[in-house]
């Protein structure tokens, strides 16, 4: 809050300020913070307010606790914190000051609510090669596949991940902040649309000008930027789709669907060129498969810790020959038959 804001927060005992607000005391002292900070409060406004502040040690109370809030504006929620505490214009008025009573109604619960937050716009990526597991404070479970680059949007209307680049496996949690048994909705969002969670543990991979997501456990709706309805896909289902349309809808194997997230790249019956546009996901440089050895297929489940080994086991179950011309120059070719 202002610096110039003439209300001073009441001095209040450790014992007193660890105690629950009444809800109704709460929220009329969220309404007061966001017409005093709003800067639209006139003098009979003010002095209703100073009024309504000592007419009952339990206003005080509340003023002082939402004094404490507005001095940590830092570690507010975005959500609330940027629109209530700077007046940006980002929420409706009336869900910021539900949302603000909510923190200060009981101080664990407050104190919970603002770890449900991660910090707005955090990104997490990681390199060619490298794989990360984040568990974010509302208790959902990310684990990013190489290349891959996420960032963060909670807000009190809902809770998004968005993908930039490369592919993310989620695990869902329940909403810490859900009321009447309505949490707010989990999304992903891509370049061309977003996923809605229904409960689920599921893939999602950012191609070129295309989305993919493969659904491991529960149920996910798949809605393109400009699409119509949501298509929505079950367990054991993976879809694809564009900024306007759903592609047809395939089963995938649930352990081979995120054999990535266990460290294996797992395949079944793919062409060579195929398999080898994969394994580069993974690797530095460049893996050149001639065209005489493309159209050979290829089964099997390989420890991606190891991608030297991955191209040497390639000898051993096709009529190849490998080549390592420096450590980012590989190429796949024909076996010579003398």
Known sequence: ??????????????????RSLERRIAMRAAEWFVLLDSGEAGATEKADFQRWHDSDPEHARAWARIQHVSRRAGSVPAAIGSPILRRAAMLDRRIAIKALALLIAAPPAAVLAWNMWPQQGQRYVTA???QRDVTLPDGTRLRLNTASDISLAYSTHERVVVLHTGEVLIETASDPMQTQGAGRPFLVRTAEGQVRAI???????QLDAMSIVSVLQGAVELMPM???????????????FDEHSVGA???????H??????????????RLDEFVAELSRYR???IRCDAAVA???LTGAFQLADTDRILQNLIELLPVEVTFYTRYWTAISARNAG
């Not at 809050?1 to 660890?18: L, R, V, Y």
């Not at 400009?226 to 694809?240: D, F, I, K, N």
Request: hydrophobic letters at 40%.
């Open 199 to 205: 409960g689920t543990r599921f893939v999602v991979r």
């Open 1 to 18: 809050m202002k610096q110039a804001n003439p209300i001073a927060a009441a001095g209040m005992a450790p014992s007193e300020t660890n």
């Open 226 to 240: 400009h699409g119509s309805a949501p298509r929505r896909l079950e367990a054991g289902q993976q879809g694809s």
């Open 284 to 286: 530095r440089g460049y």
């Open 295 to 297: 159209h050979l297929r």
């Open 249 to 255: 809808v395939e089963a995938v194997d649930a352990t």
């Open 128 to 130: 060619t090669g490298e």
């Open 257 to 270: 669907g995120g054999a990535w997230a266990q460290g294996v790249l797992a395949v079944h019956d793919v």
